[in-house]
């Protein structure tokens, strides 16, 4: 089956230093790869869809220029968290869907990353 | 805009008797409904999803779920619960309008099985 990996599962960063996440589609192409955060006990909240060679669309709120998110080829989407601040200590999960399918075919989601900034 | 209801932060239930998780949903058109399970510091793992066709949903794990479109449900429930299913359970919503959509996730909701 489709397989999503997420790297690293766990980072310690200090304050004002960047961290870069990245998320492959181990078996599969991906044009379309999800970023979604998670506070404790609360659901995922979309930050982002990441496109394959173009830009991608950030929900409202959410600060694109602090993260930055990069699908530079079928595979691989990567989200980096510029200037961090212990305010996007988080759980951050990648989802993506199989090239050429919808919706219908559900989400195959990596195993996340706990960002911790001090 | 769509959305998900799961009303209850947290379902416990003695091991072997029977469970059940609930969700609501609101979207417009036919939805895609779907649940995930997350274990702690983990990603979500696929369970089930609705998509058309039979009401009840059979997925991994000995679980199902069964769309009732009159009641906007779509309730999570297992014959007989095992300790290993303790973890966080969501459900989520899309729909049918071509091409890929946005998942909506509600809230979760921890399930305690007790031994």
């Known amino acids: 089956g489709a397989v999503v990996s997420q790297h690293p599962s766990w980072v310690i960063c200090k304050s004002g230093t960047s961290v870069k996440i990245e998320c492959r589609s181990l078996d599969f192409q991906a044009t379309t790869m999800f970023w979604y955060r998670q506070f404790p006990k609360q659901s995922l909240m979309l930050m982002a869809t990441?496109?394959?060679?173009?830009?991608?669309?950030?929900e409202q709120g959410v600060e694109k220029d602090k993260f930055l998110i990069n699908h530079a080829s079928l595979t691989l989407s990567t989200l980096t968290v510029t200037s961090a601040h212990p305010e996007d200590s988080s759980f951050y999960i990648c989802?993506?869907?199989?090239?050429?399918?919808?919706?219908?075919?559900?989400?195959?989601f990596g195993s996340g990353t706990r960002l911790t900034v001090v | 805009a769509q959305s998900v209801a799961q009303p209850e932060d947290q379902v416990n239930v003695a091991e072997g008797n029977p469970l059940t998780v609930k969700c609501t949903y609101s979207?417009?058109?036919?939805?895609?409904l779907f649940w995930y399970v997350q274990y702690p510091n983990r990603g979500l793992q696929f369970l089930l999803k609705?998509?058309?066709?039979?009401?009840l949903v059979k997925g991994s794990y000995g679980f199902e779920a069964e769309f009732n479109k009159s009641q906007t449900s779509f309730h999570l429930k297992k014959p007989s619960a095992l300790v290993s299913d303790s973890a966080l359970y969501f459900c989520a919503v899309s729909r049918d309008s071509g091409g890929y959509q946005k998942v909506t996730f509600g809230t979760g909701t921890k399930l305690q099985v007790i031994p």
């Open positions: 979207v417009s058109g036919n939805p895609y």
């Open positions: 990441s496109n394959e060679g173009s830009k991608a669309t950030y």
């Open positions: 609705y998509i058309t066709g039979d009401n």
């Open positions: 989802s993506a869907i199989p090239a050429g399918q919808g919706a219908r075919y559900g989400y195959t």
